[in-house]
Nanobody, 123 residues
Framework: QLQLVESGGGLVQPGGSLRLSCAAS????????IGWFRQAPGKEREGVSC???????NYADSVKGRFIASRDNAKSTVWLQMNSLKPEDTAVYYC?????????????????WGQGTQVTVSS
């Protein structure tokens, strides 16, 4: 059974950092590209970052220069390092998987989704 589980969310002050993890099980991560999406209260879900099966990454303009996606296929884990966090980064963050090489932040392209982890940036 293919499963994605996010962790690492929490409460952080503006300017702080968090690292989200996305642990994959039930499939070989090497063959999949992973996207990170977020949904703030009252807003639609939006793409944040994605990292292809070959390690190529792409970022939304709102997080470029602050967030870094990485992966370790041997550990079946993808991370999203979030630095210089802002209150507007507050949202539930989801990781999602799609088979093949993919570097676009298009929600419909992703087949498998985790349950999400809450990130709150507040003083």
């Amino acid at each position: 059974q293919l499963q994605l589980v996010e962790s690492g969310g929490g409460l952080v002050q503006p300017g702080g950092s968090l690292r989200l993890s996305c642990a994959a099980s039930g499939f070989i991560l090497d063959y999949y590209s992973i996207g990170w999406f977020r949904q703030a209260p009252g807003k639609e879900r939006e793409g944040v970052s994605c990292i292809s099966n070959f390690g190529l990454s792409n970022y939304a303009d709102s997080v470029k220069g602050r967030f870094i996606a990485s992966r370790d296929n041997a550990k079946s884990t993808v991370w999203l390092q979030m630095n210089s966090l802002k209150p507007e980064d507050t949202a539930v963050y989801y990781c999602a998987a799609t088979r093949g090489t993919w570097t676009r932040l298009i929600e419909d392209a992703y087949t498998y989704w985790g349950q999400g982890t809450q990130v709150t940036v507040s003083s």
